[in-house]
């Protein structure tokens, strides 16, 4: 009975505490850019963001607490049937789901409303762990990863239907897990390359792109001059690679819908339109650019209170932190992040079973891409795509999602 | 292959390591290296707007108020800041046709996007209620309270003043203005603008993205208030003011009263005038039109000050003063006249026949006397060498007795009348010219004039026996206690104080039994000199110079009205009801006071 109470308690220290912080920093980040500060409102109002936010972080607590207490083995157990349940509910938002911002992602129970796409994220990176770890057994290496890509795949073809590409986009995290798990670097070099060579060939034209490809081609064929293998192969991936930019363009402009595409152009400088489609991407750094080295101050930003940056609780909440708090506070909340996420991966190596390891790189990747994908959007590096910022952003879902995420990590780890 | 794989964890952590760089990177350069967004935060939510302080009161010597302050409103706009609005609407409410409107707007685009400009002067109440409810539709236009000038009594227009908008060059030069400003452009209001126009006020109000103003900034903590305009009391005499303009009603002239032992400017009337209020706000411009353009009264042109006035007979006590200075004759020197100065063939004519000492030519006011004098001072070898050298000697002392010359003490756009220098007689002359060539200057005729201000004070000088303060319309500035120190300089003549008695004799014997007679008040002792400046397009102007109370002088008075004929006739009368009036606070003689006021 000691030994056991003794157990319950190996918990991690460290990531409990980055957590508790960054949503403590969460809420009051709400409160400063949801206040109105010229209206005297009743704190206790569940109209304001910053009460409802109180009580999700309420139910997380709670969430968490249930984790730690329950076996973690029923995680293993029943990953499958839980990535399952999740599919079912995200398509059932297709029939009894409300549509919120474009996207229809939502299902709604009384005042509160649900993204099933957030839960989606912890239930994938449950069932890929027993994928891999069972996965071993089965030596059915030649289809390993084509099965480890359909456990992406069907989330991200369901979301995409749901319009909402930024949640889609998160599932491509998973890759870094892959990367972990054995799946060639060339894959990941191949898709950098690839996004690179598209920016390219948006931001000139095709005619650079083929020449660079063409260079490259020399260079290798020099390279592999002794083996006739080796040039064919180089060959063929030119040819694909010269295809690839032909069609960039034409898929440019009839598979990305209008919005995204002007977000692309605007950050790629193709146009420049301040008060029209740059005006969240200009709004979002004016705020943060004007926090200047110290910040001006908790509840003193004016950008973020009067509504010139959009969605200022949510996914651009990063610019209220800029805001008020200014260099000084950016650089604690991005060295905060990374700690979290280098915490997880060492954890991850620690553990000597297999699944425990795969969940926390499936977790770091999640956090990682949120992280990089929101933070360089409210600060112009990336186009704007619209997914919460962990912890931190308003919203149940995504609290909620992030809690269990990382909370069945540190139970999974307690062991 | 498991240990190749695990080594794959420095690589991932690698990638997070270098996006956290990256990220620091662009924080660093948004944050701290490019202060660029800091100045756009501030142009997005803080709006300065102006807050315009009230003018300064002014004030006349008895604390009786001349101008004070209305509220107006006035429509602003921020061109920046506009959205589509319903034009129809708010040209409805400011009552100005689509086209009207859309060429302020454009003009206030061409002074500055950022800033605001005016749209529409002095709404009334009504529309100012109803816009103001209906602003949140009108997005870039706001409504600014400001004052405007008025005044309870229509007169001393000139003196005054009136304010306008500011030109650009005078944004330009100084920072103080914006367009729309208004400033003093003439009179007082111009004379002392920096005091008047008070320190600008600034209310920093937060505005949303919606272009709503959302509270102050900081709890105004950053705001200033605006600090009204400094009073200024008025050496004018309201009563004695509106006495003089009465009593120069229907008629052309000026008259000028100074207080001698301050050179205050008691009164000053310049006939035509027009009502001060008609220079006021959005009627303004129309009023100056018709003002400016009317060419028969000039009613804009301050005579007091711009006129160029033949001095005519007055204009012997200074030629009387000098000749006293210079030596040419004592104050029993006695000058035949034969009833008239000849010059070879050509005899300036006098009225009277017989011999006269220096009281006598006063009072009877004998050309021959003064051309003689006069001549001799040109004349006077033995001193200098040249004509040119007495000339210059001669204009020396009529500049120091105040005339050819500006006071510029604080009456905009004063004029130094005309007296000609020596290299003006040698031009015109051929450099062949004598005392008598330009002999008529001794009796005030030919070139030289003279402005109705510079008489006044010359009266001024005779009163203090030889000296004068600048004449001037402000004797005090904030309080009442806080005299304006500007004028406290005293100025000499060069001539001797003993010389004035003869001078002052003359004068009091002109108006016991000379040609001043019309100028007597029983139980005040006033001395003067008619005159009677030739005029070459009509009637002679009437003038008359006054001195009173002889023993103690209180009021030095100018009167001249054009067309008005013998100085004896009106103009006389009249300084002696403005004396009257000024001393005794009351006029009893209704009749003369009746009469003066019907003479056209």
């Known amino acids: 009975m000691n030994q056991r109470t003794k157990t319950s308690f190996k918990i991690d220290v460290q990531l409990v505490v980055y957590y508790i912080i960054l949503v403590t920093l969460g809420w009051f980040t709400i409160y400063s850019s949801s206040k109105n500060q010229f209206v005297d409102e009743s704190f206790f109002s569940f109209s304001n963001l910053y009460t409802k936010q109180l009580i999700f972080i309420g139910t997380s607590i709670l969430l968490a607490m249930i984790i730690l207490l329950i076996d973690s083995r029923l995680w293993i157990h029943y990953s499958t049937h839980i990535y399952i349940a999740s599919l079912l509910l995200m398509i059932l938002v297709f029939f009894v789901g409300t549509e919120i911002n474009g996207a229809l992602a939502w299902i709604k129970i009384g005042n509160f409303s649900i993204q099933p796409t957030e839960f989606a994220k912890f239930t994938t990176a449950l069932a890929l762990a027993k994928f891999f770890n069972e996965g071993k057994t089965n030596k059915e290496k030649k289809l390993l990863w084509v099965n480890a890509f359909l456990f992406i795949l069907i989330p991200i073809l369901i979301i995409l239907a749901q319009k909402d590409t930024g949640s889609a986009l998160v599932f491509l995290s998973f890759v870094i897990l892959f990367y972990r798990e054995g799946l060639t670097g060339w894959i990941l070099l191949i898709g950098i390359f690839a996004v690179a060579i598209t920016i390219f060939t948006l931001f000139k034209n095709e005619i650079y792109s083929i020449i660079i490809l063409t260079n490259l081609l020399a260079l290798f064929l020099f390279l592999h001059r002794r083996n006739s293998t080796l040039i064919k192969r180089d060959i063929v991936l030119y040819v694909i690679g010269v295809l690839f930019v032909l069609f960039t363009n034409i898929g440019y402009q009839h598979v990305l819908q209008d919005h995204q595409r002007m977000r692309i152009d605007t950050l790629l400088g193709k146009v420049k339109d301040p008060l029209g489609a740059d005006f969240n991407s200009n709004q979002s750094k004016i705020a943060i650019g004007s926090g200047g080295f110290w910040g001006k101050g908790y509840l003193n930003g004016t950008q973020t209170k009067l509504d010139y940056v959009p969605e200022q609780s949510t996914d651009f909440i990063f610019c209220a932190i800029g805001e008020e708090w200014g260099f000084v506070g950016s650089f604690i909340v991005i060295s905060l992040y990374t700690l979290m996420i280098i915490r997880i991966i060492v954890l991850s190596e620690k553990n000597r079973n297999q699944f425990v390891r795969c969940y926390g790189y499936g977790l770091a990747g999640v956090i990682f891409f949120h992280f990089f994908i929101n933070i360089g959007m409210t600060i112009g590096l990336l186009p704007i795509i619209g997914i919460p910022l962990p912890f931190i952003s308003y919203g149940g879902s995504s609290l909620w999602a992030f809690t269990i995420l990382l909370f069945i990590f540190v139970k999974l780890n307690e062991n | ?600």
């Open chain 2, 1 to 600: 292959m498991s240990q190749l794989l695990q080594k794959r964890q420095y690589t991932i952590i690698g990638i997070v390591l270098v996006t956290f760089i990256v990220l620091a990177f662009r924080l660093f350069y948004l944050q701290v290296i490019d202060d660029s967004f800091r100045q756009s935060a501030d142009r997005n939510a803080l709006r300065k707007i102006i807050e315009h302080p009230a003018r300064g009161l002014i004030y006349d010597r008895n604390d009786s108020l001349l101008v004070y302050n209305d509220a107006a409103y006035d429509l602003m706009v921020v061109p920046n800041e506009l959205r589509a609005f319903d034009t129809l609407e708010l040209c409805r409410v400011l009552n100005i046709d689509k086209k009207e409107l859309m060429k302020r707007i454009e003009k206030a685009m061409r002074w500055s996007k950022m800033l605001p400009s005016l749209v529409a002067q002095q709404m009334s109440k009504e529309d100012y209620g109803y816009l103001q409810e209906k602003l949140h539709r009108f997005p870039g236009f706001f409504v600014q309270n400001r004052t405007l000038r008025h005044y309870p009594h229509p007169i001393a227009a000139h003196i005054l003043g009136y304010v306008g908008e500011v030109s650009r060059e005078q944004i330009e030069k100084d920072p103080y203005y914006q367009m729309g400003d208004y400033i003093g452009l003439s009179g007082i209001e111009k004379a002392y603008e920096n005091e008047l126009r008070g320190t600008k006020g600034i209310r920093v109000v937060l505005v949303d993205v919606h272009n709503r103003e959302r509270g102050s900034y900081k709890d105004g903590s950053e705001d200033v208030t605006p600090i009204q305009g400094v009073s200024l009391w008025s050496t004018l005499d309201l009563e004695l003011q509106k006495y003089g303009e009465e009593l120069m009603h229907n008629k052309r002239g000026s008259i000028v009263a100074i207080e001698p032992e301050t050179g205050e400017i008691l009164c000053i009337v310049s006939m035509p005038s027009y009502d001060p209020n008609l220079l006021v706000g959005n009627v303004r411009s129309k009023n100056y039109g018709i003002l400016s353009s009317d060419e028969v009264n000039f009613p804009l042109f301050n005579r007091a000050l711009m006129a160029r006035y033949p001095p005519g007979s007055t204009f012997k006590l200074a030629n009387g003063l000098i000749a006293l200075q210079e030596g040419i004759v004592t104050s029993t020197t006695i000058y035949p006249c034969p009833g008239g100065y000849r010059m070879g063939s050509h005899t300036i004519k006098c009225h009277h026949a017989g011999s006269t000492n220096l009281y006598n030519a006063i009072q009877i006011s004998c050309n021959t006397y003064f051309c003689k004098a006069f001549y001799n001072i040109l004349s006077n070898r033995s001193k200098y060498p040249t004509i040119q050298k007495a000339y210059a000697a001669w204009e020396q002392h009529v500049n120091r007795l105040g005339f050819g010359v500006k006071f510029d003490s604080d009456l905009p756009y004063e004029l130094k009348g005309f007296i000609p220098d020596t290299t003006y007689f040698d031009k015109k002359y051929n450099r062949a010219w004598n005392g008598n060539t330009v002999v008529s200057m001794g009796i005030g005729q030919g070139e030289a004039s003279v402005t109705p201000l510079q008489m006044a004070n010359f009266m001024a000088i005779i009163a203090n026996k030889g000296f004068y303060y600048k004449p001037h319309v402000i004797k005090a500035i904030g309080s009442k206690n806080s005299p304006n120190t500007r004028f406290q300089k005293r100025y000499e003549t060069g001539i001797k104080p003993e010389y004035f008695d003869a001078i002052i004799e003359g004068m009091d014997m002109a108006v016991i039994g000379g040609t001043a007679r019309s100028a007597k008040i029983d139980g005040i002792r006033i001395i003067g000199k008619t005159g009677t400046a030739q005029n070459p397009h009509g009637r002679d102007h009437s003038v008359f110079v006054s001195i009173a109370p002889k023993e103690s002088p209180k009021i030095a008075v100018f009167v001249l009205v054009e067309n008005g004929g013998y100085g004896s006739t009106v103009a006389a009368p009249i300084a002696s009801l403005i004396t009257e009036f000024y001393i005794n606070r009351e006029v009893k003689r209704k009749d003369l006071e009746k009469r003066i006021k019907e003479f056209q």
